[in-house]
């Protein structure tokens, strides 16, 4: 199964979803959970092993793993 995850600044992460393709439930489930998670500046990354990251801007369901992480803050 896929997983959508949440990083949490200085908590690790924090798994939100798992759908698998051949069951469409789990997909419109998982794309619920990440449309209400990538408000509020943060940013989505589908990651497709060590090196292949890629930013997304809407849910991808072929998708291994989706990382959701919080928005860069300057001072």
Do not use: S
């Not at 798992?18 to 998982?30: G, H, K, M, S």
């Amino acid at each position: 199964m896929a997983k959508l995850r949440l990083l949490k600044t200085g908590h690790g992460d924090v798994c939100l979803a798992e759908w698998d393709v051949a069951l469409p439930e789990t997909v419109r489930q998982a794309e619920a959970v990440f449309r209400e998670q990538c408000g509020a500046g943060r940013m989505a990354f589908r990651l497709d092993g060590p090196g292949r990251t890629r930013p997304l801007d809407r849910f991808d369901a072929t998708a291994p793993e989706i990382l959701i992480v919080p928005a860069i803050q300057g001072g």
